[in-house]
């Protein structure tokens, strides 16, 4: 089983930007799919961008653009660069570990999660 510990949240002002970033310990993430999802206050949690074992990525409409995912398998971190954000983006950010190589969107594709880390926009 992996163990997955986001950092990297915070207050940050509109327009301003975030670097979150994931810490696997327990085994290599280098032949799963990473995901990142969020939650917002009220609602609930939803997909953000997914990057495969290769580096393929795919990404939320309503991120594209502005965020970036990216791994490192030797260091066995997967980060979540953030743009232009957002009031809207205010979230508790998740990690989580797909079942195979390829990205996914499904929360049912992810076997691993981490516990989240808050972000929140001010306007």
């Known amino acids: 089983q992996v163990q997955l510990v986001e950092s990297g949240g915070g207050l940050v002002q509109a327009g301003g930007s975030l670097r979150l970033s994931c810490a696997a310990s327990?085994?290599?993430?280098?032949?799963?799919?990473m995901g990142w999802f969020r939650r917002a206050p009220g609602k609930e949690r939803e997909f953000v961008a997914s990057?495969?074992?290769?580096?393929?990525?795919i990404y939320s409409d309503s991120v594209k653009g502005r965020f970036t995912i990216s791994r490192d398998n030797a260091k066995n971190t997967v980060d979540l660069q953030i743009v232009s954000l957002k009031p809207e983006d205010t979230a508790v950010y998740y990690c989580?570990?797909?079942?195979?190589?390829?990205?996914?969107?499904?929360?049912?594709?992810?076997?691993?999660w981490g516990q989240g880390t808050q972000v929140t926009v001010s306007s």
């Open positions: 989580a570990q797909k079942y195979g190589l390829g990205p996914g969107f499904e929360e049912n594709e992810y076997a691993s």
């Open positions: 327990g085994r290599t993430i280098r032949w799963y799919g």
């Open positions: 990057i495969s074992g290769s580096g393929g990525v």
